[in-house]
């Protein structure tokens, strides 16, 4: 029996080291990948300014008569390669503006407070550091329509229209609900996976829109091994998101123009439902437009970039 029992403390011991020394050899392999990494993203888009004494970046493209300021979706590491299968279509006839706020791509992560107030002043300000004037063209895709309803609210002049991709609004994210905790947890852990490296494993090529070049995939892929889940994005925008929501809805929104792409949302709701809660904030078809696409939420621009550029362009025609 204690023979056994020895053989069997061999192997789990044996187990041990070689799970220890996979966690090694990723830990070295991912500090050797960081530093070669540096150069490489040199050569993401945007250019970086100084909000409030941290950096924030921002990608200016183009020149034209309206201002397209396209803003991320929550989590989103590389919000300037994102959208670019969609602005790209369009920098050639109108300014197109990728703001990443911060914990976003390019831009700090911050101890600053993050309520949606703030973060509006934040993009507010990033847009005149880069020379960048009103009004604009609000571009927001899922999350960030709630940082859009504040804006239109606190500075219609600013706003002259917004073209929500899959935009979210206050609604969806009380049916879905916000489980602070979890994401807490989830926050700690991505940390672990970042600082050891073990997030590595999970990002091949094919966890990348195929839209995408190799080049692109490549920034993506240094930038979610630095950022993806950081608190900023996992944890801190979205304790303070149920006060956004609860601020948008107790406000009338000013009547500006609309064009509202929507698919077939998330997994946490029903399709109907999904597109049915966006369209309640549509109700005066003279100020709103709405086109609805058979794809996930997360697939709107791999999927439809080429329709919405075109739906876009009719829509701007519109308001020359």
């Given at each position: ?240 998101l149920p006060d956004a929501c609860d601020l948008a809805d107790s ?70």
């Open positions: 029996m204690k023979k056994a029992i020895r053989i069997l403390g061999r192997i789990l011991l044996g187990f041990l080291l070689l799970d220890l020394a996979v966690v090694l050899t990723v830990f070295v392999y991912h500090r050797i990948m960081l530093a070669k990494e540096e150069g490489l993203l040199d050569q993401y888009p945007g250019q970086l300014v100084e909000v409030d004494g941290h950096s924030m970046n921002v990608c200016v493209l183009g020149e034209g008569a309206h201002t397209l300021v396209f803003l991320a979706p929550s989590q989103d590491t590389s919000p300037a390669i994102t959208f670019e299968p969609l602005y790209s279509q369009l920098d050639g006839e109108y300014r197109t503006v990728v703001i990443e706020k911060f914990g976003y791509g390019m831009s700090e992560i911050v101890d600053t407070p993050r309520d949606y107030q703030t973060m509006v002043e934040e993009c507010r300000s990033a847009l005149a550091q880069a020379g960048v004037e009103a009004p604009y063209i609000l571009c927001p895709y899922s999350k960030s329509g709630i940082d859009t309803l504040l804006w239109m609210q606190e500075y219609p002049d600013e706003v002259e229209a917004v073209i929500g991709i899959d935009m979210a609004f206050p609604e969806h994210f009380r049916r879905m609900g916000i489980d602070t905790e979890n994401l807490k947890q989830a926050t700690a852990f991505m940390g672990i996976a970042r600082a050891t490296g073990l997030i590595r494993l999970f990002v091949p090529d094919s966890a990348f829109s195929p839209l995408h070049t190799k080049e692109q995939v490549a920034l993506e892929r240094a930038l979610v091994c630095r950022k993806f889940g950081n608190h900023n994005i996992n944890y801190d925008e979205f304790v303070t406000r009338p929104l000013p009547e500006k123009p609309m064009l509202l792409f929507l698919t077939n949302g998330v997994p946490e709701i029903e399709t109907q439902t999904w597109q049915e809660i966006a369209r309640s904030y549509a109700e005066d078809p003279e100020w709103v437009s709405v086109t609805a696409f058979d794809c996930s939420h997360y697939q709107i621009i791999e999927a439809e970039s080429g329709e919405m550029a075109e739906e876009m362009r009719s829509f701007l025609g519109n308001l020359d």
